[in-house]
């Protein structure tokens, strides 16, 4: 039984996962720009391989981000269905949900694109 409740944890859960997401897009430039950088001052090759290792893991970290968020999207999209065929069709948890919905999904198309 869905309840508002649970709507506002699985909301949260959904927009600490997309912050995450773009935590770790954020990371990765900065990571490579310092990688780059790195390498046009002719950096020592161990600390050049070190910083290599430190933006592969990074990078890493994305897809499996993003594949949190689809799984935190489809919970949170079942929740609000299990809600609204409940009756409950307003109330600012429901109005944050379909908020985070739309703002994951436009996140989504952009990347693909």
């Known amino acids: 039984m869905a309840t508002l409740r649970n709507l506002k944890i699985k909301t949260g859960t959904c927009k600490r996962v997309l ?3 773009y935590s770790y897009e954020k990371e990765v430039e900065r990571e490579a720009s310092k990688t ?3 390498k046009d001052k ?3 090759p161990y600390d050049l391989k070190q910083q290599e ?3 592969a893991e990074s990078r890493m970290m994305i897809p499996d ?9 489809a919970d949170i999209k079942e929740t609000l ?3 609204e065929e409940s009756n409950q069709q307003d ?4 109005e944050e949900a379909r908020k985070v ?13």
């Open 42 to 44: 002719g950096a020592d």
């Open 19 to 21: 912050k995450e997401l």
């Open 91 to 94: 109330g600012p948890e429901l």
């Open 81 to 83: 269905a299990e809600l």
């Open 101 to 113: 919905i739309d703002e994951v999904e436009t996140m989504f198309k952009t990347s693909e694109a």
């Open 53 to 55: 290792n430190v933006l």
């Open 65 to 73: 981000c993003r594949k949190r968020l689809e799984t935190s999207l």
């Open 36 to 38: 780059a950088d790195m």
